[in-house]
């Protein structure tokens, strides 16, 4: 058994490779574009809508829900980039009722990407809200001297959110597989939703951490 999705290997290439963490994001990627045509091809203002819009707003009025409660103004900025983080990784997480599937959140390189993202989308709504020189002042705030600890602090959260997120999925992958080896028969259907919670969990979570490091940059705040 990999420890990780990354050592499947599909192709070989110079600079590039193939590998099973690749093939499975795309998949979830091309699956969240087909669900979302699918909802919004017949999207209605009027009291009859479909369930897939009903569980779509369910969605996004929630983490509208969390955006306001974070002290964030204009809850419809954030809301793309949030809801996109976390239907992805919902997505992946969903993926785990089909036997066999490795989710991508289980690879450090998807993980790591995601935590980038946050990293930019920190500076980019910080800037969008406060302006460059308010944002840029929290980092030498009480005083100068706090400059460098600042800065480290942005990494460092960025790094933690990366293996957080990888920790959690790829430890819940690697306990599942172990015991559907010794126990192929009794425990799967369990073991898979398990997998499937724990999850939906871990998006949530991945989600909120990630509001909590954008109400911080837009207010002033320390995350």
Excluded at 19 to 32: G, H, Q, Y
Excluded at 105 to 117: G, H, Q
Excluded at 148 to 164: G, H, K, Q
Aim: proline content about 4%; overall charge neutral.
């Amino acid at each position: 058994m990999n420890l990780t999705s990354d050592a499947s290997v599909f192709w070989q290439g110079d600079f590039i490779n193939l590998n099973l963490t690749i093939v499975t994001t795309w998949v979830v990627i091309i699956a969240m574009v087909g669900l979302s045509w699918m909802v919004t091809r017949h999207l209605s203002t009027t009291v009859k809508t479909t369930r897939w819009q009903n569980a779509l707003e369910v969605v996004i009025l929630f983490i509208q829900t969390q955006i306001r409660e974070l002290g964030l103004p204009k809850p419809e900025r954030y809301l793309s980039f949030v809801v996109t983080l976390f239907i992805f990784n919902a997505f992946c997480a969903i993926g785990n009722i089909i036997p066999g599937y490795e989710s991508p959140t289980a690879s450090l390189s998807t993980t790591t990407a995601l935590a980038v993202c946050v990293f930019l989308a920190v500076p980019f709504f910080g800037i969008s809200e406060r302006g460059l020189g308010h944002y840029l002042k929290r980092y030498i705030e009480p005083n100068f001297l706090m400059l460098p600890v600042n800065v480290i602090t942005e990494f460092s959260r960025t790094l933690a959110l990366a293996f957080r997120l990888f920790g959690n999925m790829a430890s819940d992958s690697m306990i599942v597989g172990i015991i559907l080896l010794v126990a192929p028969l009794i425990f799967p259907i369990v073991l898979q939703v398990f997998g499937l919670l724990t999850g939906l969990v871990q998006a949530y979570i991945f989600t909120i951490l990630a509001l909590v490091y954008i109400a911080a940059a837009v207010s002033g705040r320390e995350g």
